[in-house]
């Protein structure tokens, strides 16, 4: 990230000037299409160059696809693609007679393609305007202007204390305002060894210590709610239906780390988000939770909403600073990392909104407590959310060591319509995929990752017995392909050839294909095209007669 | 200051050193295509990989700071093999070879691909593009351009004009003048430091 | 294959290192940055790194050229011929009317060694101390200044004092246009950081980086630096101790700048009080502050006394003779800092040693073998005015094209006109070559070996990439072969002897060689084991007593004032694409990319004037005539209007008056009262070279 750069967005921020990303997204939600005017007043307002709007503007997916009267987005997201083999999106295209990011001649209605909306326990989904409906009849009731928001199914918990199934009050805020120095808070976060929930598993606890070690008077939190994993829809839960929990998160992170302000990052594909957080940020405000004096205690905390314009790889916490400040979401190489420098070069924690939810239980009943919700090493509790194949989909809270039998089988109920399991693809893209006979594996960071998966934002995606392998390889690598951010070559250039070898049905050379993601692996700058091989190496495992290879 | 040995040899740097600066206080050559020294290290292009003991793999050295008691190789073997096949897939998105005293072909050159290698993974190529030539003294093919955002940070970090920015993203990221106007008609002071910087004369000085 | 010269730009005062890279043809293939270039680090502008094409424009002089009639068309003529015409004619006028009826020019473009030796051809081969150099027409507020003030004629810091500093203040300069490198460094450190006040009656592109922009009426600078001392004096943010201990003059100074209250300051400069006061804690609260300042404070009828005041602002808060403490005048040409030391000046010698200074006039007359003059020459204007007058004779002008870039420029035809016989040497025809009796054929920047030294003191070596064209000559070779026909053989063979004997003569530059000079140069004074001195006056000022002289100076208005006949205030500058008088830069592909001058003028101004942005106007002072289009810009404070010298086509320096700076006779470019009129015809077109 340009060190420049931030520091002019720092110094205009500091005079209320708006994000060049934020001006151009209202330029295209008013007028349908950015043209280089709006780039210029983007310029003038937010104190950054031309070309570096320029640039933005031509970044992320919102940005990109003109809009007409009704802008149709339709899901592709491996939910989605799951459910129906995309025949979804070939049925919305021929029904509008769009191509994805066409809009018609007279300007009535547009078609976009968008990855994931979080509605993947009724998939298909599309979205007209910010209305979401999905499930059975989606594409008939949008192709004839009856589009309807569907239903979400309330979350549920097995544990028998729930922690983060149960609506926030804040107690865990009183109590560290009232009871604990920051010091004290930041040992028993550390002693609850919170892991992060985003994926990368880093203890959250570490985080920000190092970010309260940094030197400096003005720090920040940053809650990663760019939820981008296709399959996940467990941060737009807690961000939609339980903001309390996050925001006391933000707040005990700020008081402990000795930040005053937090940012939450929401995604576009998640209309609802940012509403629903802005509305339990006023009423924290009207409770004296958070503002110039929490609870009368002198410390001062504010929190602000931006959301983000559609790009997966914004998930990855530099790519998420940069997209936070209103600048192109790439990643950046670490050191620095963000408790050195990270929004406006200043210390930042960035968590994920599920790893901040779980800190108003620990600083409410301590460490021990957290530890006991899981039977195993892992402390806590996890969310997780099962996709549309399952005959009770939704968002659940479960312990860890759970076998993924057990939460298929008795938490979701099995594959509805009698289908079979072939596959799961937990925690996103950028994890392995395990195969039917292993489910007896517990759902735990190193049990899944002995076998190439991970925990990762907690998704649990079937593919069922229809499923063809390299259909799901090329589903995957034309996400991966689609949504590098273009800053590293390894991920730029390596995804879009791993796609190629899969777009048409040449056999694949398998050697050619192993060295190129080991080529991925070693070599990319993230965890998005690092990530991107596991799936094809549990596949190459699994399913190797299944692929086409040469 | 921290000694760490590169090769064999050992060299005392600073702290806060990257691997590639103790590389080269070593007298180790490591390539690499993203970085410059008037910039601050980038890590995009991964071609400046090397082996350090105790790392589960190779490690870009342009972003990597020294640790006291750090024993690196420069030639690993894994290392060497991943940044080759990265030069690969660089030279398979050109639509052409790049010019024999560019950047790009000596870095190439010295991983063994030499005038006509054909890529091991062949595929889409930046073509089509057009090119800027209405300004007396730069150019830009932008179907030669690999995205190292050498010339952008020049303009940032150097020159301080910013008329200069990356644009789209994945494979068809490139870099544009101003709001895509070009050299001329954009804030670009015409002093150059892009050209100076490409490693492929994808900006290049009109002789 | 090509071979690569090392080699210092000859552009402006930054002094950027550049590598030239030749062909087997010996023609520039391209040029490029030296990564280990101390001002420039690898960095250099669009003139340094592409402007080089005008070096084999097809209008360079290749022969030497004499006019048999005045007025009439010159001819081709062979070395000889040129050279007896000289030697005969100067010869005959010294005869009939004494050494002191002939006067030369030397060039801030040209080397050190070239200045010297044409220093050393007037004193010795002719005899009179009728020696000046342009650098009279820009920065000779600064060194008379300086040395007054400090002691000697130079910055007292480096460019690497910008990002060691935590605050500057940039006054008169426009650095990101003018020494584009330098602007740069100072742009960068600023984002990073570093506090930036800026001065300057136009707002600047550095001043939307900057932490706050001061924009004076022109002509006031000395009331805002005043203000400035007031401040600091009344909010306690002087260093006393330092003053105590390494300055003369403080109670003088408080009695002065009592009256400098922030609001009086207000009535005089249109500075807002709250805005001084800022400024003043910005710099007095840093612990490390600089100053930078060009043409902008010094080509006014006070201007000399205004650099006095800024040295007052360093005085009194110590913030000089440390790292990231440095007075910095950024040099208008690559070599104004060079032509000055090496005493192409009427008073000095090398390194501003007095020429009514018996020992040191000995010294040279024992090198020279001849005896010099012990009274001081005309300075470039009085050379004029002479001229006018029937007292100077003949002029042997070198670099220089007086006719495009002097003020008041009838005057300076007149004077031209005037001469019974006059040199020019150059690398093209110009303005001023057009009265010139006989015309020699010079080398440019890249065609030379010697040293140009930068605004930072850093003496570096220019090294020749390519060779003269035609018959054209290096300065420094048609120099001493004049001398040796004039009956004073210098002994010199090379740029690198005379440096050696530079040397020997001049105690602050005693440790120079080529070699030690090498890639990164040396800054001076340098003593006699080469060490140099980034950073003067750590420890004592060099000055007659060793201390830092505050200078109390009260503020005097301009010498051109708006009236109702001329309402608004014409500034002049520089443009980034071009350079001086555009002799070289009008050759090159920059003319594509900025081929015609504009005036800029602030909206309000133009509504009253009636004219729009494009429209032709004509601009009227006292003294001249001109017409330009209009660039209708808030970028410029209501009132005053802001135009650059670099296209013949529009003269801008006619507009100029015979005002100038009390000390040094530099002229008053920066403040011309002016009328602006709408024409209702295209300007009247006069080709864009004197011969094309």
Redesign the interface.
């Known amino acids: 990230m340009s060190k420049n750069l931030v520091e002019l967005i720092r110094r205009h921020h500091a005079e209320d000037a708006p994000s060049a990303l934020a001006v151009l997204k209202a330029a295209i939600d008013e007028r349908g299409e950015i043209t280089d005017d709006d780039r210029r007043a983007a310029a003038e307002r937010s104190g950054l160059p031309e070309a570096t709007v320029y640039g933005i503007s031509t970044f992320y997916d919102d940005l990109l696809a003109p809009r007409g009267e009704r802008h149709v987005r339709v899901c592709t997201g491996t939910a989605c693609f799951a459910a129906t083999g995309d025949a979804h999106v070939d049925a919305i295209r021929d029904g509008l007679g769009l191509g994805l990011g066409e809009r018609a001649q007279d300007g009535s209605v547009s078609l976009a393609e968008t990855v994931c909306l979080g509605f993947c326990h009724s998939s298909p989904a599309i979205r007209v305007g910010d209305v979401v409906d999905a499930g059975p009849g989606v594409v008939a009731r949008v192709l004839g202007g009856s589009e309807r928001a569907a239903p979400e199914p309330p979350a549920r918990s097995t544990l028998a204390t729930p922690v983060l199934t149960v609506r926030g009050a804040y107690a865990g805020l009183r109590r560290a305002l009232t009871e604990m120095t920051p010091e004290r808070l930041l040992e028993e976060v550390k002693a609850a060894n919170v892991r992060g929930r985003g994926g990368a598993g880093f203890p959250a606890g570490t985080k920000w210590e190092f970010t309260r070690a940094s030197e400096g008077t003005e720090k920040f939190i940053v809650a990663n709610g760019d939820e981008g994993d296709p399959g996940s829809y467990i941060d737009k839960y807690l961000m939609e239906d339980n903001p309390e929990l996050l925001i006391e998160g933000l707040a005990l992170a700020g008081y402990a780390v000795g930040a005053q302000h937090g940012f939450v990052l929401t995604r576009s594909e998640y209309p609802r988000s940012k509403p629903a957080l802005e509305e339990a940020v006023r009423r924290a405000h009207a409770d004296g939770l958070l503002g110039e004096d929490v609870l009368g205690s002198g410390f001062c905390f504010d929190v602000t909403i931006v959301e983000g314009a559609g790009s997966y790889v914004v998930g990855e916490e530099t790519a998420l600073l940069a997209c936070l400040q209103g600048l192109r979401g790439t990643v950046s190489a670490r050191p620095p990392f963000p408790a050195q420098r990270g929004v406006f070069g200043l210390p930042t924690v960035v968590n994920n909104v599920e790893t901040l939810s779980n800190m108003g239980y620990i600083a409410a009943h301590g460490a021990e407590a957290y530890q006991a919700l899981s039977p195993g090493d892992t402390a806590g509790s996890k969310l997780v959310c099962f996709n549309e194949r399952f005959a009770s989909p939704g968002v659940y809270e479960v312990s860890f060591g759970t076998t993924m039998r057990q939460l298929c089988e008795d938490v979701a109920g099995g594959l509805r319509d009698g289908r079979s399991i072939k596959a799961l693809q937990i925690g996103g893209p950028l994890a392995g995929i395990l195969p039917a006979s292993k489910l007896d594996t517990p759902f735990d960071y190193d049990a899944l990752a002995a076998e190439g998966c991970m925990v990762g934002h907690g998704s649990i995606l079937a593919f069922d017995d229809t499923t063809s392998m390299r259909d799901v390889a090329r589903h995957l690598l034309h996400f991966g392909a689609a949504e590098s951010c273009g800053k590293c070559f390894p991920c730029r250039i390596g995804l879009r050839r791993a796609h190629e070898m899969f777009s048409d049905g040449a056999p694949v050379d398998r050697a050619s294909l192993e060295e190129l993601l080991e080529t991925l692996e070693v070599g990319s700058l993230c965890a998005h095209g690092s990530g991107m091989p596991a799936p094809l190496r549990s596949m190459l495992t699994h399913f190797p007669d299944e692929l086409g290879l040469a | 200051m921290a000694n760490v040995t590169i090769d064999g040899i050992e060299v005392e740097v600073a702290d806060d050193a990257t691997v590639l600066e103790a590389a080269r206080a070593a007298g180790c050559d490591v390539p690499t295509l993203c970085f410059d020294d008037r910039q601050d290290p980038f890590g995009a292009c991964r071609v400046c990989l090397v082996g350090i003991e105790g790392a589960r793999a190779p490690l870009p050295s342009c972003t990597t700071i020294v640790r006291d008691g750090m024993v690196v190789d420069t030639r690993d073997e894994r290392a060497r093999r991943i940044a080759s096949n990265v030069v690969d897939l660089v030279l398979s998105e050109l639509p052409h070879a790049p010019d024999p005293d560019t950047e790009l072909a000596r870095v190439a050159a010295g991983f063994g691909f030499g005038a006509g290698h054909s890529p091991r993974w062949p595929g889409a190529t930046h073509v089509g593009l057009e090119a800027e030539r209405n300004h007396p003294y730069l150019a830009f093919d932008h179907d030669m351009c690999i995205s190292c955002g050498r010339c952008v940070r020049a303009c940032d970090e150097v020159q301080g004009t910013f008329a200069l920015a990356t644009v789209g993203r994945g494979f068809t990221a490139n870099v544009v003048a101003g709001l895509d106007q070009g050299f001329r008609d954009s804030v670009c002071v015409s002093c150059g430091a892009c050209a100076d910087t490409c490693p492929t004369h994808a900006i290049w000085e009109v002789a | 294959m090509s071979n690569t010269v090392t080699t210092t730009c000859g552009y402006c005062g930054v002094g950027c290192r550049l590598d030239v890279h030749v062909d087997d043809d010996g023609r520039i293939?391209?040029i490029?940055?030296t990564?280990d270039g101390p001002s420039n680090?690898?960095?250099?502008?669009?003139k340094g790194?592409?402007a080089h094409r005008f070096a084999r424009h097809r209008q360079r002089l290749t022969t030497p050229l004499i006019r048999d009639v005045r007025g009439g068309e010159p001819r081709p003529a062979t070395w000889e011929e040129a050279f007896d015409r000289i030697v005969s004619e100067l010869g005959r006028i010294k005869a009939e009317h004494g050494p002191d009826a002939l006067a030369g020019l030397a060039s801030s473009r040209a080397t050190n060694e070239d200045c010297y030796v044409m220093s050393r051809f007037m004193r010795a081969a002719i005899g009179t101390n009728n020696i000046d150099n342009c650098s009279r027409v820009c920065h000779s507020p600064t060194s008379y200044a300086m040395r007054k003030s400090l002691g000697h004629s130079g910055a007292s810091g480096s460019f690497d004092d910008f990002e060691l500093a935590d605050a500057l203040i940039v006054i008169g300069s426009n650095p990101?246009e003018a020494h584009?490198v330098a602007g740069?460094r100072i742009?960068?450190a600023v984002?990073?950081?570093m506090k930036l006040v800026t001065i300057d009656p136009r707002r600047i592109e550095l001043a939307d980086y900057g932490d706050l922009h001061l924009g004076p009426r022109p002509g006031t600078n000395s009331a805002v630096l005043l203000g400035l001392a007031h401040v600091l004096h009344r909010d306690g943010l002087m260093d006393e101790e330092f003053m105590a201990a390494r300055t003369d003059g403080w109670e003088e100074l408080r009695d002065l700048i009592d009256e400098w209250t922030p609001e009086e300051t207000e009535r005089v400069t249109g500075v807002p009080a709250a805005d001084l006061v800022r400024a003043a804690h910005i710099y007095g609260e840093a612990r490390n502050a600089s100053i930078a300042w060009g043409l902008g404070v010094t080509e006014h009828k006070y201007g000399s006394e205004a650099v006095r005041l800024i040295c007052n602002l360093a005085l009194m808060t110590g913030h000089i003779g440390r790292p990231g403490n440095a007075l910095l005048p950024m040099r208008g040409q690559n070599n104004v800092q060079g032509s000055s030391d090496m005493g192409a000046l009427p008073d000095t010698y090398p390194m501003y040693r007095s020429v009514e200074d018996e020992s040191v006039a000995r010294l040279f007359e024992e090198r020279y073998g001849v005896a010099l003059s012990r009274h001081k020459g005309y300075t470039i204007p009085q050379m004029f005015d002479a001229a006018v007058a029937g007292d100077l004779k003949a002029m042997y002008i070198f670099g220089e094209d007086v006719a495009q870039t002097d003020p008041n420029t009838a005057h300076v035809i007149h004077a031209l006109e005037s001469l019974e016989f006059l040199v020019c040497q150059d690398i093209f025809e110009t303005e001023t070559t057009r009265y010139a009796d006989v015309i020699l054929p010079a080398s440019a920047f890249l065609e030379k070996d010697g040293t140009f030294i930068n605004a930072e003191r850093r003496i570096q070596l220019v090294e020749a990439a390519i060779e003269p064209p035609g018959e054209a000559r290096t300065d420094f070779a048609i120099i001493t072969e004049l001398s040796r026909r004039m009956g004073h053989d210098m002994g010199l063979e090379t740029p690198e002897e005379a440096m050696l004997e530079i040397a020997a003569l001049t105690p602050d530059l005693a440790g120079v060689t080529y070699e030690r000079l090498g890639r990164r140069g040396l800054q001076w004074p340098v003593a006699a084991d080469g060490t140099d001195s980034p950073i003067m006056y750590e420890t004592e000022f060099l000055t007659e007593d060793g201390r830092g002289q505050l200078a109390a100076l009260p503020y005097k208005p301009p010498g051109s004032e708006a009236s109702d006949e001329f309402p608004l205030v014409l500034v002049t500058g520089r443009r980034?694409?071009h350079y001086n008088a555009g002799t070289m830069t009008r050759r090159?592909?920059?003319l594509?990319?900025v081929d015609h001058e504009v005036l800029e003028m602030h909206p309000d101004d133009a509504a009253r004037a009636w004219v729009s942005d494009g429209d032709v106007v004509s601009v009227r002072s006292a003294y001249g005539r001109i017409e330009v289009a209009v660039h209708v810009t808030d970028r410029i404070e209501p009132g005053h209007v802001f135009t650059a010298f670099h296209f013949p086509e529009v003269r801008t320096n006619l507009l100029v008056g015979p005002s100038m700076d009390v000390n040094t006779s530099c002229p008053e470019y920066k403040v011309v009262a002016v009328d602006v009129r709408p024409v209702s015809e295209a300007p009247a077109e006069r080709p864009a070279l004197a011969l094309a």
Do not use: D
């Not at chain 3, 680090?41 to 669009?46: E, I, M, N, Q, S």
């Open positions: 293939e391209r490029a940055p990564m680090k690898g960095h250099t502008c669009l790194r592409f990101t584009p740069a742009k960068q984002i990073a950081g980034l694409q090159t592909g920059n594509e990319l």
